[in-house]
């Protein structure tokens, strides 16, 4: 790698964007940072615009942005440019000064700055999966148009991507996996911090409880996604868009020990697993340096230390967010686009104590159902349908406000 990658980092103060910045560090030959983004953590970036050197920095909210302002010219660092608002996202994601950009905003605010990545034919690293579960096929057909390279950070999806043969590593979106011998794909999950209790015990969970995840160090959306097993079911549909595969070819196994991060099986019997200690900075290493391999700072995966490898079905009457985002997956665009919106808002209500833990797959199987025909063909349209479906959730969250203050 003579030359160094230039790197654009959307939301460098989440758990992914840190990992990021420390791979990074560790290899200040082969990687520069142009760009930082964050919603409107100031401290936070303020410490990276110190150590990286950035030359453009957004932050969206616009008193952060002039906070940041202000504390650089402080520090006599007026040479970094600091821009606000969502227009500034794509911006920079699309900036000819970056030729790589990881994709790493959680929800849906991250999917137009990606697919502008994507439209100018960068090297992208995907990290936000609602830009594929609520885009989908849009989304492919502009990684083939503009000759992207897409390359998946989800633990789960890089570590299908390591086990393929490098033919159909080299065109994700398009794959014909059941002509490299791929009978199917084997999604794991470690079933969350809840994998123990009892369907009825769930109703009182608290969020703290919900964001305490037994093996991997997440914010907290992602935590309560994967309580719920959402984010399983988020990443079973991006499974369905980056290996170009129908929901019968992939699925999904509880492993709590989460050593082996996904695996694939092949026609003749052998079946691949990819397996490491839990920790972003592996996907991520391996995408920003792919082909070659890189020193990650992750310790080598001690097999005398694993007590056992366990595996389990899905119990979805546990697990019903999971079982919801497989039946969006085969309904089309119009469900996935619309339970990614609702669960967006019920999981911030959760966090909110707004609603009881149960209450988030209520709110996202009302509101899926509520949207399930309707069509999808641009951008616009799922724009127009996110927008949509999260009014009629925060219309569900209201009436569960009122019928919880007339049962008291």
């Not at 930082?36 to 936070?44: F, G």
């Not at 990684?143 to 570590?159: F, M, R, T």
């Not at 230390?305 to 985002?325: G, H, M, S, T």
Request: aromatic letters at 6%; glycine letters at 6%.
């Amino acid at each position: 790698m003579a030359n160094k990658r230039q790197l654009c980092i959307l939301g460098s103060t989440g758990s992914i964007g840190q990992s990021t910045l420390d791979v990074v560090r560790r290899h200040p030959d082969k990687y520069q940072v142009i760009s930082l983004s964050a919603n409107s953590s100031v401290d936070a970036i303020f410490e990276q615009c110190v150590e990286f050197m950035p030359e453009k920095v957004v932050l969206v909210a616009v008193d952060a942005a002039e906070k940041l302002k202000q504390k650089l010219q402080q520090a006599e660092l007026e040479s970094i440019a600091v821009y606000s608002g969502t227009q500034a996202l794509i911006d920079i994601s699309q900036d000819s000064r970056s030729d790589t950009v990881m994709a790493a905003i959680v929800g849906a605010s991250g999917l137009m700055p990606t697919l502008a990545a994507v439209k100018q034919g960068k090297r992208v690293l995907l990290a936000n999966k609602e830009a594929l579960v609520t885009s989908g096929e849009i989304f492919i057909n502009a990684v083939k148009a503009s000759g992207a390279q897409l390359l998946p950070i989800d633990s789960e999806h890089n570590a299908i991507f390591q086990c393929l043969p490098e033919a159909e590593q080299r065109k994700p979106g398009f794959c014909q996996l059941a002509d490299s011998g791929v009978s199917k794909i084997l999604l794991t999950g470690s079933g969350g911090p809840f994998r123990h209790l009892a369907k009825d015990e769930l109703v009182d969970v608290t969020p703290d409880q919900a964001c305490a995840h037994p093996n991997w160090d997440m914010g907290r959306k992602i935590s309560v996604d994967s309580a719920t097993m959402m984010n399983k079911g988020l990443e079973f549909i991006e499974a369905k868009w980056l290996f170009n595969l129908e929901p019968k070819d992939i699925q999904v196994v509880l492993h709590p020990q989460s050593t082996i991060h996904s695996m694939v099986q092949y026609k003749d019997g052998s079946v691949l697993a990819q397996m490491g200690n839990p920790d972003m900075r592996t996907p991520i290493a391996h995408a920003l340096a792919y082909p070659e391999r890189i020193d990650a700072g992750v310790a080598p995966l001690d097999f005398f230390a694993i007590r056992a490898l366990e595996f389990q079905d899905v119990d979805f009457d546990k697990y019903p967010n999971l079982k919801l985002a497989i039946d969006a997956c085969e309904y089309g665009q119009g469900a996935c686009t619309a339970l990614n919106a609702a669960n967006e808002i019920s999981v911030e209500a959760f966090l909110n104590n707004q609603i009881k833990f149960t209450q988030i797959a209520e709110i996202n199987e009302t509101s899926m159902k509520k949207f399930v025909s309707q069509r999808v063909t641009c951008i616009e349209d799922v724009i127009l349908l996110d927008q949509q479906a999260r009014v009629f959730a925060r219309e569900l969250l209201s009436a569960i406000s009122i019928a919880t203050k007339d049962a008291k």
